[in-house]
């Protein structure tokens, strides 16, 4: 039987699984997977959405669809680090939902970087990921 992915909130740090996230990831022996930043481009032509959930939505989905080219699920993710133009606390409010929604309760450890800017002005969102499988 192959070791399962270990996500804690050690009771002496903050509680954060209601925010979404893990404090600690104990990963098991495997192949790692390094996933480039993920911005809100679609690959039909799609024009960048100008809301923040919006874009989400799309940086979330090219997210699965590059843990799936890996042969990944959201469950071998282990660490996330999810940049945003301007963040502040109603910004984190609105992406932990979908976040948490994706990972269905087993968050991986997860840092939130605040930005000025990204790779072009429509930009609000990149998320980047390590996966273990």
């Known amino acids: 039987m192959t070791p399962k992915t270990q ?7 903050p509680d954060v699984g209601p925010l979404g996230y893990s404090q ?8 790692m997977v390094f996933i480039s930043g993920q911005v809100a481009n679609s690959t039909d032509g799609t024009p ?5 959930e919006d874009q989400a ?11 799936e080219a890996a ?3 959201p469950d071998n993710v282990v660490s996330l680090r ?4 301007g963040l502040d606390p109603e910004r984190v409010g609105s992406l932990m939902v979908p976040i948490a929604a994706m990972f269905g309760g087993q968050a991986p450890a997860l840092t939130g970087i605040g930005v000025n800017a ?3 002005p429509e930009f609000k969102l990149e998320i980047e990921a390590v996966a273990v499988i």
């Open 82 to 85: 999810v940049y945003v133009v």
């Open 118 to 120: 990204l790779a072009a």
């Open 24 to 31: 600690v990831v104990i990963a098991p022996p495997g192949r």
């Open 48 to 52: 960048v959405p100008p809301g923040l």
């Open 71 to 73: 042969g990944a699920t």
């Open 7 to 13: 996500k804690l909130n050690p009771p002496t740090l």
């Open 57 to 67: 939505a799309v940086v979330l989905r090219n997210l699965a669809h590059a843990l």
